[in-house]
């Protein structure tokens, strides 16, 4: 643990960190700031602080912080034995209590994600310089006087910047602005434009990618857009996306370009909305699953979608934006989050840096649910993670009057066993769009299928109760209960007082059957994983639950079908967009940037198909 006491803060606070990891990331993951200009590099010797325990032990062994050379440089032997050091370059290896000195300059913060607060250090820097002009006395290159300028960085120089440079720099007597992407320089501009710097975040998704514009100058959102990735005539789910790539060799640059189409149209959109050039677009984040990154790099996902499901690479170096088609500044790079396995993939990294589940000492259980669901648990110590195979049921394939979360889907409906007073319905629905009812979306079958239990209709097994004995335990919703054929069925919505069973919106016994597999895949996902930390469905103090889909399920019925833990539904929370959160926050923070690919150590990946005692675990998990 790490206690910071911070000059003007009411108390100290401790805070869980990964061991190995810097005072100053901590620091900085944890939303405290401390003095830099450099971003944690070692080279600024502006992150003082004073740690009261500098000499404490480790497994009974005196320890001393050890005093680098820049420790060195920087304090006095009196200053070094007090515990002063820089805290980029202490690592926490054991529980340190550190004093944080007053800033020199403030930094701005953004909260992002789960009420996460981010220190603004976006990896994209601009800085303004006013340079001597060369004299017979001073030769310098130019590229050497403007590197001179910006002495506390060792940065690379693109080519395209050299071409440039000579004319740049005169046009206005040599004042410019320096463009830094991370450690290149990737433009320089005439005049002061410092505060003018934007990036995109994506969260790339199998159905639906979103972008959001940032002003990295203020951590602020600027614009956002969504549309329905292109990829999807290729099919709905990433299985049917990687077997097109197996069938047809010419699938694989459609694909490809079918992404970078929603890529670039989604930039020209929410550039237009924010009156932004797109040229002053200088970085982009993109958080996708493993299969939707591998397709959008052309890279072959054949082998994610076979036995034993792997995958060419879990990072991925800064690719140039222009090579995934962007219509950006050309010297833009692309942060592509990296995956922790085949089907927990970089959305759900980015997921996880939202919502900081390895920022604290709370046991939390996240859920992203969708047709793959992918689950991860702490216990405040440890991190596992899992996929579960849900199936099609919540993005409404496979369900008889399933739909898409789209105008006219049913998304919530409340179902009372007897006559209400004051001719109330007994059935009440609430609609996408407020239009007449065209079908059940994944949150509207959740609730179909929770209330259904509740009021008796549906028995803890997933079976219709009789016909007969629906009218002494449900009165005011028997004659809802019918057949389509053979099928029994529960009429949700009936457009017309005598419309037939087929020409209503009904919940059907196939559907009931459906939910039930895929919820049993998903409980039985998360309650090996509190087995394998130890722990009891009691234990979890918050659950998250994530994604287009997730983020819409109401607490309660999720807890009546099983879905989750019973727990009090207050521990149950929608964390919204996570994964495009995420793609924020690494756009924001060079350091949010490290915490992500940090995961991938910090993470465990448990397979759970091969476990002994999932079909048994599974059995059990289908009851309601
Ligand atoms: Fe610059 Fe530590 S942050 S030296």
Same mark, same amino acid.
Not at 89 to 96: G, H, I, P, Q, Y
Not at 201 to 226: F, K, M, R
Not at 556 to 584: D, F, T, Y
């Given at each position: 643990?790490?206690?910071?006491?911070?000059?003007?803060?009411?108390?100290?606070?401790?805070?869980?960190?990964?061991?190995?990891?810097?005072?100053?990331?901590?620091?900085?993951?944890?939303?405290?700031?401390?003095?830099?200009?450099?971003?944690?590099?070692?080279?600024?010797?502006?992150?003082?602080?004073?740690?009261?325990?500098?000499? @404490?032990?480790?497994?009974?062994?005196?320890?001393?912080?050890?005093?680098?050379?820049?420790?060195?440089?920087?304090?006095?032997?009196?200053?070094?034995?007090?515990?002063?050091?820089?805290?980029?370059?202490?690592?926490?290896?054991?529980?340190?209590?550190?004093?944080?000195?007053?800033?020199?300059?403030?930094?701005?913060?953004?909260?992002?994600?789960? %009420?996460?607060?981010?220190?603004?250090? $976006?990896?994209?820097?601009?800085?303004?310089?006013?340079?001597? &002009?060369?004299?017979?006395?001073?030769?310098?290159?130019?590229?050497?006087?403007?590197?001179?300028?910006?002495?506390?960085?060792?940065?690379?120089?693109?080519?395209?910047?050299?071409?440039?440079?000579?004319?740049?720099?005169?046009?206005?007597?040599?004042?410019?602005?320096?463009?830094?992407?991370? &450690?290149?320089?990737?433009?320089?501009?005439? %005049?002061?434009?410092?505060?003018?710097?934007?990036?995109?975040?994506?969260?790339?998704?199998?159905?639906?990618?979103?972008?959001?514009?940032?002003?990295?100058?203020?951590?602020?959102?600027?614009?956002?857009?969504?549309?329905?990735?292109?990829?999807?005539?290729?099919?709905?789910?990433?299985?049917?996306?990687?077997?097109?790539? /197996?069938?047809?060799?010419?699938?694989?640059?459609?694909?490809?370009?079918?992404?970078?189409?929603?890529?670039? &149209?989604?930039?020209?959109?929410?550039?237009? &909305?924010? @009156?932004?050039?797109?040229?002053?677009?200088?970085?982009?984040?993109?958080?996708?699953?493993?299969?939707?990154?591998?397709?959008?790099?052309?890279?072959?996902?054949?082998?994610?979608?076979?036995?034993?499901?792997? /995958?060419?690479?879990?990072?991925?170096?800064?690719?140039?934006?222009? #090579?995934?088609?962007?219509?950006?500044?050309?010297?833009?790079?692309?942060?592509?989050?990296?995956?922790?396995?085949?089907?927990?993939?970089?959305?759900?990294?980015?997921? /996880?840096?939202?919502? %900081?589940?390895?920022?604290?000492?709370?046991?939390? =259980?996240?859920?992203?649910?969708?047709?793959?669901?992918?689950?991860?648990?702490?216990?405040?110590?440890? *991190? !596992?993670?899992?996929?579960? $195979?849900?199936?099609?049921?919540? #993005? %409404?394939?496979?369900?008889?009057?399933? /739909?898409?979360?789209?105008?006219?889907?049913?998304?919530?409906?409340?179902?009372?066993?007897?006559?209400?007073?004051?001719?109330?319905? $007994?059935?009440?629905?609430?609609?996408?769009?407020? !239009? #007449?009812?065209?079908?059940?979306?994944?949150?509207?079958?959740?609730?179909?299928?929770?209330?259904?239990?509740?009021?008796?209709?549906?028995?803890?097994? @997933?079976?219709?109760? $009789?016909?007969?004995?629906?009218?002494?335990?449900?009165?005011?919703?028997?004659?809802? =209960?019918?057949?389509?054929?053979?099928?029994?069925?529960?009429?949700?919505?009936?457009?017309?007082?005598?419309?037939?069973?087929?020409?209503?919106?009904?919940?059907?016994?196939?559907?009931?059957?459906?939910?039930?597999?895929?919820?049993?895949?998903?409980?039985?996902?998360?309650?090996?994983? =509190?087995?394998?930390? @130890?722990?009891?469905?009691?234990?979890?103090?918050?659950?998250?639950?994530?994604?287009?889909?997730?983020?819409?399920?109401?607490?309660?019925?999720?807890?009546?079908?099983?879905?989750?833990?019973?727990?009090? !539904?207050?521990?149950? !929370?929608?964390?919204?967009?996570?994964?495009?959160?995420?793609?924020?926050?690494?756009?924001?923070?060079?350091?949010?940037?490290?915490?992500? *690919?940090?995961?991938?150590?910090?993470?465990?990946?448990?397979?759970?198909?091969?476990?002994?005692?999932?079909?048994?675990?599974?059995?059990?998990?289908?009851?309601?």
């Amino acid at each position: 643990d790490l206690t910071f006491s911070v000059a003007g803060a009411p108390a100290p606070r401790s805070i869980r960190v990964p061991p190995g990891v810097t005072v100053f990331d901590s620091a900085s993951w944890n939303g405290i700031a401390i003095d830099s200009t450099c971003g944690g590099h070692g080279t600024c010797h502006k992150c003082k602080i004073q740690i009261d325990n500098v000499v @404490g032990s480790i497994n009974g062994q005196r320890h001393e912080i050890p005093v680098s050379r820049h420790d060195a440089k920087t304090f006095t032997p009196d200053q070094l034995a007090a515990g002063w050091r820089l805290a980029c370059l202490v690592s926490a290896t054991r529980d340190l209590t550190v004093d944080v000195p007053p800033l020199t300059t403030r930094p701005k913060a953004a909260t992002v994600g789960v %009420g996460r607060q981010v220190i603004l250090r $976006p990896g994209l820097q601009k800085r303004y310089v006013e340079l001597a &002009e060369p004299t017979l006395a001073d030769q310098r290159t130019d590229l050497v006087r403007l590197l001179d300028a910006i002495d506390d960085l060792e940065l690379t120089v693109d080519l395209a910047v050299l071409r440039t440079l000579p004319t740049v720099l005169r046009r206005d007597d040599f004042k410019v602005t320096a463009v830094i992407s991370d &450690e290149a320089l990737i433009d320089v501009e005439v %005049g002061d434009t410092s505060k003018i710097r934007y990036a995109i975040a994506y969260d790339l998704g199998t159905t639906t990618v979103v972008a959001t514009l940032l002003d990295l100058e203020t951590g602020t959102p600027v614009a956002v857009s969504s549309m329905l990735n292109k990829q999807q005539p290729f099919g709905g789910d990433v299985i049917t996306r990687i077997s097109a790539t /197996m069938m047809d060799p010419e699938a694989l640059p459609r694909l490809q370009e079918a992404a970078a189409a929603t890529l670039r &149209e989604l930039a020209a959109e929410v550039c237009a &909305e924010g @009156g932004v050039d797109p040229g002053h677009v200088y970085e982009v984040a993109i958080a996708g699953n493993a299969t939707m990154t591998a397709l959008l790099l052309g890279i072959d996902p054949e082998p994610i979608g076979v036995a034993p499901f792997v /995958m060419s690479t879990a990072t991925f170096p800064p690719v140039p934006a222009t #090579e995934l088609g962007l219509e950006v500044h050309p010297g833009a790079r692309a942060f592509l989050f990296p995956s922790l396995g085949a089907y927990v993939g970089g959305d759900i990294v980015a997921g /996880m840096l939202a919502s %900081g589940i390895d920022r604290d000492k709370r046991t939390r =259980l996240f859920i992203d649910v969708g047709t793959n669901c992918e689950i991860v648990l702490t216990d405040g110590d440890r *991190i !596992v993670s899992t996929a579960a $195979p849900a199936g099609p049921a919540f #993005e %409404g394939g496979a369900i008889r009057c399933g /739909m898409r979360a789209a105008d006219g889907a049913i998304e919530v409906i409340r179902l009372s066993a007897t006559d209400l007073p004051d001719g109330a319905e $007994p059935v009440t629905l609430q609609v996408i769009g407020d !239009v #007449e009812p065209k079908g059940l979306c994944g949150s509207g079958l959740v609730d179909a299928v929770a209330e259904l239990v509740k009021v008796g209709v549906l028995d803890s097994s @997933g079976r219709f109760i $009789p016909e007969e004995q629906a009218k002494e335990v449900a009165p005011a919703l028997a004659d809802r =209960l019918t057949r389509i054929g053979e099928e029994r069925v529960f009429v949700l919505y009936r457009p017309t007082p005598d419309a037939e069973p087929g020409d209503c919106v009904v919940l059907s016994q196939r559907d009931v059957r459906e939910l039930q597999f895929a919820k049993a895949a998903i409980s039985t996902g998360w309650s090996l994983l =509190l087995t394998e930390l @130890g722990l009891e469905a009691g234990d979890v103090q918050q659950v998250l639950l994530a994604g287009s889909f997730g983020s819409y399920l109401s607490p309660a019925s999720a807890v009546r079908i099983g879905l989750v833990p019973s727990l009090p !539904v207050l521990r149950i !929370v929608s964390a919204g967009n996570v994964a495009g959160e995420g793609a924020k926050m690494a756009l924001l923070s060079v350091r949010e940037r490290a915490g992500a *690919i940090a995961l991938l150590e910090e993470v465990t990946y448990v397979e759970l198909s091969d476990r002994a005692d999932f079909n048994d675990r599974f059995v059990e998990q289908l009851a309601f």
